[in-house]
Each structure stands twice: as C-alpha cells, then as structure tokens.
Nanobody
Framework: QVSFVETGGGLATPGSSLRLSCRAS????????MGWYRQAPGKQRELVAK????????TDYADFVKGRFILDKPNSLTVNLLMNNLYPNDTAVYYC?????????WGQGTQVTVSS
C-alpha cells in the first residue's frame, strides 16, 4: 500500500503561481508513473501531468497546462507541480497519483482555488 503527503494548494489570484508537492511513502518495484490529476466540481477527474520511471520517458502534460505548469521529480518518492499563470478554470481538487501495471494509488487531494 502506498500513501502520500500532499502539500501546497490554496487560494491564488489569476495570473499567479502555486506549487504542489507530493511525497510517497514507498515506491513499487519496477516501472511506474507518478503525477497529478485534478477534478473540478461536476466534472470527471482528468490528467494534469505525469512522468514514468522508464528510461528516457518524457513528461506527459495535458494540453490545457502546456507552457504553464511544470512537473518536477527530484527523487524517487517526490513529484512536484509548479503551476504558473493560473486561470480561474484551474480551480479544482488536485490529486497525487502513482500508477503501476496493476494498481492506481491516490492521495487525498488538495484544493486549488483561483479567484480574484
């Protein structure tokens, strides 16, 4: 079982930045993915950004965050999301995720609200 400590989030004004951080309790053997998803009220959960441990893998970004958000993985347990130039429709609960071949693990979520 994997658990996460998610930090960051909160209230931001349009055009500002926030940083989310996620630290996993452990990592599985073998290749896996880590990243962030989000869920806005009344909408389905969607990918924001993720990265695989496979050698040479590149970070996958959702089109709506390309050029604004940066995913950083400084060590095997941690994945950070730097969110720049925030829009009001970035408002959502952001979830840390780890995906193996057979299982998905989720954090409890952290609220990001972008409002003037």
């Amino acid at each position: 079982q994997v658990s996460f400590v998610e930090t960051g989030g909160g209230l931001a004004t349009p055009g500002s930045s926030l940083r989310l951080s996620c630290r996993a309790s452990t990592v599985p053997n073998g290749d896996h993915e880590m990243g962030w998803y989000r869920q806005a009220p009344g909408k389905q959960r969607e990918l924001v950004a993720k990265i695989s441990t496979r050698r040479g893998a590149q970070t996958d970004y959702a089109d709506f965050v390309k050029g604004r958000f940066i995913l950083d993985k400084p060590n095997s347990l941690t994945v950070n999301l730097l969110m720049n130039n925030l829009y009001p429709n970035d408002t959502a609960v952001y979830y840390c995720n780890m995906q193996t071949l057979s299982r998905a693990f989720w954090g409890q979520g952290t609220q990001v609200t972008v409002s003037s």
